[in-house]
């Protein structure tokens, strides 16, 4: 599902950016992530938590996608230059990730799990590209219908 205009606006609030970076830090500050982890992100909008998590975790590769092709493009200008190479940035469906089994030692999701028309098939997606061990960190803005 892609997000409405209003809503659009919402996530791209400077507000959201600085509450995102304090979650992107306490993390950090309470959970282990590897040294040169791969990581995904999933519903990456235009770039922010990417951008955050590039930062405050290094991995060795970061996978970000949004299903709005939009927001990809918005990454992209966004993420400037420098990212190439670093986060790669593609249209996907977090319902068909593209990826083997047990492939990621961290996937994130910024307020994306409630839009996904089967949440259940996402969280079992995540779940096998997940390595063991792995984290899953999601926040939600609401809880998925059941």
Not at 36 to 54: N, P, T
Not at 58 to 67: C, I, K, R, T, V
Not at 81 to 91: E, H, Q, R, T
Not at 95 to 118: K, N, W
């Amino acid at each position: 599902m892609k997000v409405n205009w209003a809503e659009r606006l919402m996530v791209n609030s400077p507000v959201r950016v600085a509450v995102q970076r304090l979650i992107v830090r306490w993390i950090k500050s309470v959970i282990r992530i590897p040294p040169q982890a791969r990581i995904l992100e999933i519903g990456c909008g235009r770039g922010v938590g990417a951008r955050l998590i590039a930062a405050e975790f290094q991995p060795a590769l970061l996978h970000a996608f949004d299903l709005d092709c939009r927001m990809i493009l918005m990454a992209r200008k966004y993420l400037g230059p420098d990212s190439k190479g670093k986060i790669c940035l593609y249209v996907g469906d977090a319902l068909r990730l593209p990826y083997g089994d047990r492939v990621f030692d961290a996937v994130f999701g910024f307020g994306v799990l409630h839009h996904l028309p089967d949440w259940r098939g996402g969280l079992r997606e995540i779940a096998r590209v997940l390595k063991p061990g792995g984290i899953y960190f999601l926040r939600s803005f609401t809880l998925p219908s059941t």
